[in-house]
Nanobody
């Protein structure tokens, strides 16, 4: 049984930094992709960052390129999203997701390809 548990997040200041982590149990990192999505109230879910190939390949949404970094610790079975230069529009619930299989290779931010989801962790950025 796959379980994804997010931690971190919380409140930050504009221009500051926060990180969120996802601990995965029962999931083989080599079997597909891991990703972070976010959803703000009244907004659609947005793909933020994705990682695959045991961490060798990463992808970022346009709104976070150059500011966010996704990384993977295979020994600890965790995926971390480091968020720098925070903006108010980064405020959202952040979800960790894991895909089984290679469909995510073609579209890393299509949520339909992700089989497992965490419960989410809130990130709030204020000025």
């Amino acid at each position: 049984q796959v379980q994804l548990v997010e931690s971190g997040g919380g409140s930050g200041q504009v221009g500051g930094s926060l990180s969120v982590s996802c601990a995965a149990s029962g999931y083989n990192f080599a079997s597909g992709c891991m990703a972070w999505f976010r959803q703000a109230p009244g907004e659609e879910r947005e793909g933020v960052a994705s990682i695959r190939n045991s961490g060798r390949s990463t992808f970022y949404g346009d709104s976070v390129k150059g500011r966010f970094t996704i990384s993977q610790d295979n020994a600890k079975n965790t995926v971390t999203l480091q968020m720098n230069s925070l903006r108010p529009e980064d405020t959202a619930m952040y979800y960790c997701a894991a895909a089984r299989g290679g469909n995510c290779y073609f579209s890393p931010f299509s949520s339909k390809f992700y089989n497992y989801w965490g419960q989410g962790t809130q990130v709030t950025v204020s000025s």
